[in-house]
């Protein structure tokens, strides 16, 4: 299960630096890092979508995803909408895209 706190994730960028287009990134490397930590096999995997196709492999396992306020980028970066593609691109990279969503995604609940 990937559960992502959106609201979390920009408060502790915008903590940091006060940058909100960092969140995005921070939200991938965070799943990547961890995925990682826990199955070290995967660590040639540098990027977040090949590491999750390679943890359905390794393990036989979808992804169940769990996000809170999956629209807080949207809300908070309402004036910037590179920030904005960016995010809602990596939604459609997770749940839109025929060569991911089916081979790793069990479910997703978005609040």
């Known amino acids: 299960m990937i559960y992502l706190d959106i609201a979390g994730f920009i408060s502790d960028v915008t903590r940091q630096d006060g940058n909100i287009k960092k969140v995005v990134n921070k ?10 930590s826990k199955y070290p096999e995967l660590k040639d995997k540098t990027g977040l979508s090949d590491c999750m196709i390679a943890y359905t492999e ?13 629209d807080a980028v949207i809300r908070e970066a ?11 691109n990596l939604l459609r990279e997770w749940f839109k895209n025929g060569n991911f969503t089916s081979k790793t995604v069990a479910a997703a609940y978005m609040t």
């Open 27 to 36: 939200i991938a490397d965070s799943i990547h890092s961890e995925l990682i």
């Open 58 to 70: 390794v393990t036989q396992m979808k992804f169940v995803f769990i996000i809170d306020e999956w």
């Open 78 to 88: 309402k004036n910037d909408e590179q920030t904005q593609k960016a995010y809602l």
